[in-house]
């Protein structure tokens, strides 16, 4: 789970005077009207000047940004706003003032502060909607880097002391379970069990990999292999897993790849059902396309018995929600991104109870080889990553099936992703096909908790 790409770890801080004449903002937020009305600072806690999302964060750069996320009051969202975003909790002796406050926070956007660092995260940083004084003020979040991504913890702002005994577990749950799933660990389960492809040796695995292990399995029997957790081959021979690919591999190179990308290969023990050995040599399990969920659904589950009642874990735009977000508000709401402009979004989705959300884009993470951009959500019965949607959102009772649905319907597209999602009534979709003019397709249940940016309400369209 750990990228090679290193960033520098930044804070913005911004508060915003109270907008007495506020005019809506079409489902975007230029920079230069942000600007117009937000104050910034910027902190950089950098070291050397660079630090790395698999590193474990400084202790004093726990939180980096207070942004918001849930901004409407009652089942259907007013149009959009400026918002009055509160300022991290920071320490006063930490922070920088940069003297062209308003250029300097241009620079750092436009640098790819964000987009680099938070791209997964980046719709919850868009919904900002202003807050009437009378009303309550928006969460609080506190962020920190794991897994090659940006993992906060957030709660309603009258309950913002406790953030740090939130994050604390979550926190600790997130690296844990990184140290067991990475593949860019050697000692992680996943790749001991990848080093013993083919010899015959059984390889005992934790119960938590066991368990999102045999879920992946499930996922691709269903799916009939659309999803498959032996796609290490292919992540490999594309450049999603470091090495220097610069190239489109050969078809012979997909060949070989492709031959060792087969789910019904990974062989369990009879005698012990965490035993578990790959049956060719070369094989490698990769469940990066679904163990970020079962991430969330373990910090949820943390903080719950920890006695938690208002809050959100969100690891990389993976979110799950318990409670509201303030009183009377009934969830949270979210944006989400809009696939074709990385500073708009299509709309705000509502999570209840319990409730998961996860999105696949294009956008995400991808290689540009000879100049042309492949995301990184591969189809395994071709070969190549998969191409026709921009992105995909899931909502669901767990993360763990968020996140594998997630992808696996990104590659079946809406067509035939309707009729998967028939076999699982408590589980809702939004597809973003990649084609202009932009359509949003939509399940009815998704389209019941979605209200579409005012601009675009004519591009949804509920699915039969």
Request: charged share 20%.
């Amino acid at each position: 789970m750990r990228g090679d790409t290193r960033h520098h770890v930044a804070t913005l801080l911004v508060e915003t005077k109270a907008v007495k004449q506020r005019k809506p903002v079409k489902g975007r937020i230029p920079v230069s009207l942000t600007m117009h009305h937000i104050r910034c600072h910027m902190e950089l806690r950098c070291g050397k000047g660079r630090a790395g999302l698999s590193d474990p964060p400084p202790a004093e750069a726990s939180g980096l940004a207070s942004v918001l996320q849930e901004n409407t009051a009652g089942p259907a969202a007013p149009p959009y706003h400026l918002a009055q975003v509160n300022e991290t909790r920071m320490r006063p002796a930490r922070r920088r003032t940069i003297s062209t406050l308003a250029s300097s926070a241009q620079r750092a956007l436009w640098y790819g502060m964000f987009s680099r660092c938070l791209p997964p995260m980046l719709a919850t940083l868009l919904l900002a909607c202003s807050v009437p004084a009378d009303e309550a003020p928006p969460p609080e979040r506190l962020e920190w880097p794991v897994m090659s991504t940006i993992a906060a913890v957030s709660t309603p702002a009258a309950t913002a002391g406790d953030l740090p005994a939130l994050r604390d577990p979550v926190q600790t749950v997130f690296a844990d379970i990184e140290t067991r799933f990475s593949v860019f660990r050697p000692d992680s389960d996943l790749n001991r069990a990848n080093r013993a492809a083919g010899n015959g040796e059984w390889i005992v695995l934790s119960p938590d990999v066991a368990h999102v292990l045999r879920t992946a399995l499930r996922l691709a029997r269903d799916s009939g292999g659309v999803f498959d957790p032996t796609i290490g081959p292919l992540m490999t021979a594309w450049g999603f897993r470091g090495g220097s690919v610069r190239k489109e591999p050969t078809v012979t190179e997909l060949i070989a790849a492709r031959v060792l990308v087969n789910w019904s290969n990974v062989l369990w023990d009879a005698a012990n059902s965490n035993r578990v050995r790959l049956a060719k040599p070369g094989m490698r399990l990769d469940l990066g396309g679904i163990a970020k969920g079962y991430a969330v659904d373990a910090g949820y589950e943390r903080l719950l018995r920890a006695g938690a009642t208002n809050f959100m874990v969100d690891l990389g735009g993976n979110l799950r929600v318990h409670g509201e977000a303030a009183p009377g508000r009934g969830g949270w709401r979210t944006g989400v991104r809009h696939p074709f402009e990385s500073r708009a979004l299509l709309g705000v989705l509502l999570l209840t109870n319990g409730e998961s959300m996860a999105t696949s884009g294009n956008y995400e993470r991808f290689v540009e080889l000879a100049g042309h951009r492949y995301a990184h959500i591969m189809d395994p019965r071709t070969g190549r990553p998969a191409e026709g949607m921009a992105s995909v959102t899931v909502l669901a009772p767990s993360g763990l099936q968020c996140d594998g649905l997630s992808a696996t319907l990104f590659i079946l597209g809406p067509e035939e992703g309707i009729k998967f999602l028939a076999k699982r009534p408590d589980c809702e979709a939004l597809w973003v096909p990649d084609s202009q003019p932009l359509r949003m397709l939509a399940t009815p249940g998704f389209a019941r908790r979605f209200t579409p940016t005012p601009e675009l309400s004519t591009n949804l369209l509920v699915l039969p």
